[in-house]
């Protein structure tokens, strides 16, 4: 008898042929482009032309900020390891901190006193969860529940016997606002023309271009250099490594405590840094007690919601800010025309998939499509009620649609000891 | 045989003296001297919890000594951190990969390491270079969680050569490879010590030892008992030194298989992720009572995913699985538990025990709906007195070393851990044991008892599905022996006159002249 | 592309020429309604006082500050004594249970009348009234506690909401205008009726762009300038020229909006353009929707003082000045005469004013 | 004496290290901390306080038991807060429209109540278990769209009823209320103290002595290990979530069944998240939340004494956010000071002992 005989079995079957990748900035425009074409067709098909206006977008560049900043912050803490559910509270502390800083100096002051004080909150987590190994959650609800309480306490104290309210700060001079001029006039044009496509996009695009404050062009340019900072250093990938894997990071003499303190500090001090933009807002006076109003918690959804990536964290904020924004703006009619556009959308991918010989994915999407079209054809108007959650409606159906390819860092909220790995 | 030499500090790459590390309720290390010379490969062995992984941590820097000193090139030095060791020249391969999965090849090793040369060109030439000589041919591009486990050990190795090390410690690198693997690791090793490097050894694989060290060192007990030079030594006699007993062999001596079919598999299917090939195709197989059916494969060819799939902890795409008659292709993994599946898993603290439980907590484990530690009934009321008992039973028969069986299952030695999985695997009687990798990383005592208590429950007539890097221990238990590569079983063989040599080269895919097409 | 009635961007809508206007109600007395005859101040110099805050307390710069300005003028006209008076504050989300506590504890130490500011305090209200049969208690905003020891002082938001309908009518250009509500609830939804009402009432075919920043329950649309920033910047878009917010603080954000456009924004509550904290915007807004918080407090501590508290009216309306509008600023001078010939019409009951929104 | 020290020393020295951090914020704005916690202590005794601290801890105590089911599994429900919400408003809607005799009355309204929770939760678990939507995101989310569900429930044209400014729903019949015991002046005891004290027997019951207990437990410490185990961990995730919420549900109903008897506008908000922090504060051990949920209540009553002696009456937040983050911190360091013992001990048993003993045999137990 040999000793070895091999098995009449069928050649293992080869590896499917890996697709042609498109490169992520690539996929990132025709995923915009896409959604553009969408929302355009949508407003000219159901008259609802806020859908691509420029103030629409204007309210959504308003909106999106403190969510964007809270997202960052949540970017710095995860990629470093450390879950930030203490986001919002960091938020708060921000809010306070650039009302005392700003209403005695000015708005620069303003935000560098959101920075620090939203920093001290993530000290605070710091110490907790590195230093003390506490979970990560857990420290995160109480630095909110902290942050509420040292604002109210402080606010009592410092800002009442000038404001007269003990709930609000005194007023907090603003930025002021400039426009990209004059390409900024040139699309205002090209919107009034009323042209389908191109006067939507000049309106999405100019309302980018006008209104602008140094907050909106700090946060918009946070995000490639929060990229560029976390992928393309040595400071990066070894915060990163935190991230992924502390117990090799360590062996390899990557001090793994520091870097979490930078990431969470550096997470708070953009939390605290969306809570200026909230003090700064035009339209406030300054601090003001609630008016966060969970935008922490909705940054964190919009981390994850972005795969624990800058661009991605960008587009799960402006998702939000813009439909909070239309819905506000243009009340129920207006997200009742966005289900219109959901239709066209599931009906796209549903094509889209099909070609692809996704069966069962083009299946749920014709479904989905179906669905919502009923829905769009029975209701004249989403009720106030749910129209006001139309953003927080959204985000769950697109996490529930997508976050199965989602990918948090490998040792997020791992509790780590210093030299206790195998 | 078992003598220390006093020799001038000149002469060594490393010296460590006096080395003490007590951690709670444990001395890891006490009063442990060692000396490497330099250019030479210095093996280390010991039994589990011998203490061989602490004194290597603390050479490396990464935890530090209560007592004793360590000395570099004569001088006596003091590492806070493994960055202090990495300037002195020190690197560590550790016994579990140290790398993160979502990192490229590159990012890995330049994690760190980012002064020499930066992060951009030149940094990308040295590890083309290094990848060379330590024979990776991935691009340094890829994601580490694509690596097979051999890439992953390069990838591990040029790390430490990147930081340009010249005394290597490598803990346990051999426990996963096949032998053609760990060839070409011993050829690397020897190249690079014909070129100065110096390498700290450590493998329970004392014919390796003997094959690669020009001295060793045997720890028992974190203490240092002596050491051995691997010409003259045997493996018998280095096991002796290290424990005290007999080295113990995995011979089944007359066979047991009888025609009672307890398992068969037919044309087991396993999807892979979209668009991938399937993990595993058309996999038959039977294993009778009284059968140790082995299976043998590099890891990564699907010998985990078949063991899961048949324990219904992955769901199957197509194929049956049918326990003595019963068809339990669609029964959930209690079900297939309760109808007398044992399930010793490959990786003990992820798939086999509540860290943090109690011993008795754990011997529930799996049998949490059936007596002695269930009660049944509506509620599920659990009998904590008799799931006591039965794991104070467990650690008498298995001889699990606990001073009780209220402590944690992380107080105990990984070896320990393993006889208490085995023993509750095979309490309730089974039908069928499944073991993956029964002995990885577990010291020849605890290994000898395992396998004693295989051969003793093969007798009474348990059918065994064994999965085993280990191809001495492989061929030494089985009855059949199935060779798996890329998701297929593409080879029998004979246990009783397959070399391991032979088994490695089917399992590579690398068929040579032995192979007969049937 | 068709052409939608609405247009995307600002400054379209129907010109100010095609906003056909009706002509005042000739005032049926001849004179503006006078209001009911003041009582003449009592002796209130052996009264204690409690007052019960809603939510924020003093220095809200709306109704909880109203009432404690009724409270400060009785301390300077009545001769009450500012040691025999105590203020409490609610806390955010609180339970009923600490409603009450507070109720009891002003009760307890003697206060007597206690006044409740707030709907919310009229669940503990009726127990606490209920175990202190002996004290005099008043709610203000609500009527439901049917106690003979209490007192509610309720406003007809309406009418007096309906008088800046009526302005914001008059001074469009666009023949469009706007209203914010903070939280989408009853009370709210008075002043919104009132509103549109009014507005109607001058120019029929007006349109009347109606927002909420939030639903019912959710009481952050009170506390969020940026959400009121941007409805608001929808209406003024959508050709709005005159916007009236009931949103509490979010209504800085309404201001702030209408000041960038350069349109009118019309206040709530008390005189907003009198207060410190909106100096900067005070230049448009044009008048205010007053809700005489202070003067039911005043008259209700005056009456508890005098003993007799069956002259206090039913309802703070128009009638008794219990509501009305500010001249602040001068922005309504041009158009008093109409706005006083309304509110003599419902004075007399030519017009009655909707409590609720015909249609939302 | 070593449990006292692990289990009792860590929430003594955070609420210490609390009330010290408390004190000097105190001294700095200038007040009094002796007087503030003088009139806190003394206003325990004042007219219904007492009872009141009890009512709310049993709310909370509810509300805390429903986080810690998730916590045991790690999850986070941090959905209470929406759960019990939409639950005491259906619940209302429900017993405000029924004619039922008493008893059977009551218990439909609590099942009614129940299962609401349970399916708002149920929402988050399905997508959890099918689309790996994180919990902590989805119950965030679904906490601000029930807010919109009850508004509208609420509205007076579909089940709500104006009640001069505010909006309720019809109030429950005399047969659908839970009875309390009447201490006079002294308020009243809900009746439903009761029914949170057995839920936290039925918690430890479960827990501890039953077969899901022990593979709640078991998916919590270790998913595969507890999979292996034959543990089907996406059931586990499911039926903990529906379990949390179906107890979140509850959280409502003292108050609507023991004294409210309808859902309005102002019923109180924030009680999701009081559980949350009461969880952590007792770690998740039913007699542990007891204890925190008293002393939260505690804070919260007796804080509305500091307005008369002009203490501002936020810094009972302070004390409440620092006491939580300092038990936490507390049992790790007293965790590490065994740890360091321990290490003392053994070292001290070596040196005493002879060196050929085995390492094993000195096993500290
Ligand atoms: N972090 C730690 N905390 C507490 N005790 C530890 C720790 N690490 C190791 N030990 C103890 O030190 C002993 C020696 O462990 P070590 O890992 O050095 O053994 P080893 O010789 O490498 O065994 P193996 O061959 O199984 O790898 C262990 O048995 C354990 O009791
Ligand atoms: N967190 C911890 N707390 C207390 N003791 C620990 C802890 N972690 C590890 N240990 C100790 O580590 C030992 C087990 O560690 P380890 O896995 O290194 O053992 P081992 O014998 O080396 O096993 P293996 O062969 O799997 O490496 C136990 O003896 C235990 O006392
Ligand atoms: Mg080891
Ligand atoms: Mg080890």
Known sequence: MTALTTAPVAAPPPAAPRRRRVPAWARALIVVAVGVVILSITATLTGQYQLTSRGTTQAAVLLLLPILFAGLGGLWSERAGVINIGLEGMMILGTWGAAWAGYQWGPWAAVLGGVVFGALGGLLHAIATVTFNVNHIVSGVAITLLGMGVTKYLSTLLFEPISQNPRQSPRVEAFDTFSVQPVADGLASIESQQRVLLSDVAGLLGGLLSGLTPLVIIGFALVPISYLVLWRTRFGLRLRSCGENPVAAESLGVKVATYKYIGVVASGALAGLGGAALTLNPGQLGYLEGQTGGRGYIGLAAMIFGNWRPGGLLAGSALFGYVDGVQLRAGGEAVHGLLYGATILAVGLAVLWVARRRWRAALVAAVVGAVVYVVYYSIDTVPREFAAYAPQLVTLLVLAVASQRLRPPAADGVEYRRGEGD | MATSMATSAAEYAVELAGITKRFPGVVANDDIHLQVRRGEVHALCGENGAGKSTLMKILYGMQQPDEGTISVDGRIVRFRSPSDAIKAGIGMVHQHFMLADNFTVAENILLGAEGLLGIGGAARRRIAELAATVGLEVAPRVLVERLGVADRQRVEIIKVLYRGARTVILDEPTAVLVPQEVDELFDTLRTMRADGFTFLFISHKLDEVRAIADSITVIRRGTSVGTADPASVTSRQLAEMMVGSELPSPETRDSTVTDREVLRVEGLELAGESGARPVLAGIDLVVHAGEVLGIAGVEGNGQTELVETIMGMRRASAGRVVLGGRDLSQASTLERREAGIGYVPEDRTRHGLLATQSLWANRMLGHQSRPPVSRGGFLGLLDRVAARRDTERIVAEFDVRTPGVDVPAAALSGGNQQKLVVGRELSGDPVLLIASHPTRGVDVGAQARIWEELRRARARGLAVLLVSADLDELIGLSDTIKVMLRGTLVADADPATVTPESLGAAMTGADDSEAVPA | ?360 | MNRVRTVLLPPALAIVFAALLCAVALLISGDSPITALTVMITQVGEGTTAVDIINSGAIYYIAALAVAIGFQMKLFNIGIEGQYRLAACVAAIVGGSLVLPPVLHTLVIIVVAAVVGAAWAGIAALLKAYRGVSEVISTIMLNFIATGLIAYLIRPDSFGVLQGNNISTAPIEASGQFPGVSFGSSGTLFGMVAVAALLGLGYWFLLNRTRFGFELKASGESPTAATAGGVDARRMVIIALVLSGAVAGLVGLPELLGRDFAYTLTSPQGYGFTGIAVALLGRNHPLGIALGALLWAFLDKSALALDNVGVPREIVLIMQGSVVLSVVIAYEIVRRYELAAEQRRVAAQLRSAPAVEAPTQTVAS
């Open chain 3, 1 to 360: 592309r068709d052409t939608g009635t609405s247009q995307p961007a600002g400054g379209g809508g129907t010109n100010a020429g095609a906003c056909a206007r009706n002509s005042a109600p000739s005032a049926p007395g001849g004179s503006s309604a006078s209001p009911a005859p003041a009582l003449p101040n009592a002796d209130a110099s052996g009264l204690k006082v409690g007052l019960a805050f809603d939510i924020g307390g003093r220095g809200d710069a709306s109704f909880n500050d109203a009432a404690g300005a009724g409270l400060d003028r009785a301390i300077s006209e009545l001769g009450l004594a500012k040691a025999n008076t105590k203020e409490l504050t609610a806390g955010p989300n609180e339970s009923e249970d600490a409603a009450a506590t507070r109720l009891r504890q002003l009760a307890s130490e003697g206060y007597n009348p206690v006044i409740a500011v707030g709907f919310k305090y009229a669940t503990a209200l009726k127990t606490v009234a209920a175990e202190s049969p002996n004290t005099q208690f008043a709610i203000v905003d609500d009527s439901s506690v049917e106690l003979p020891n209490v007192t509610p002082l309720v406003f007809a938001e309406e009418q007096g909401s309906f008088l800046v309908g009526v302005a914001a009518a008059l001074k469009t250009q666009t023949c469009k205008i706007g209203f914010v509500g903070g939280v989408e609830q009853p009370l709210i939804q008075k002043f919104q009726a009132g509103y549109v009402q009014g507005a109607k009432a001058v120019a029929p075919d007006i349109q009347v762009d109606v927002d909420y920043l939030t639903p019912a329950g959710d009481f952050t649309g009170f506390s969020d300038p940026a959400k009121g920033q941007v409805v608001a910047t929808g209406q003024l878009d959508g050709g709005a020229d005159v916007i009236y917010h009931a949103a509490g603080a979010s209504g800085q954000g309404v201001f702030q909006a209408v000041k960038a456009a350069g349109k009118s924004a019309i206040g709530v509550d008390s005189d907003q353009y009198n207060i410190p904290g909106l100096a900067d915007v005070k230049d448009v807004i044009i008048t205010s929707m007053l809700k005489r918080v202070d003067v039911a407090v005043f008259d209700y501590i005056n009456a508890a003082a005098a003993g007799n508290l069956s002259t206090l009216p039913d309802t703070f309306d128009l009638k008794v000045d219990g509501v009305g509008y500010a001249t602040s600023g001068g922005k309504v001078d041009d158009i008093k005469a109409q706005l006083d010939a309304y509110k003599a019409a419902i004075i007399s009951g030519a017009i009655s004013v909707e409590t609720t929104p015909t249609s939302s």
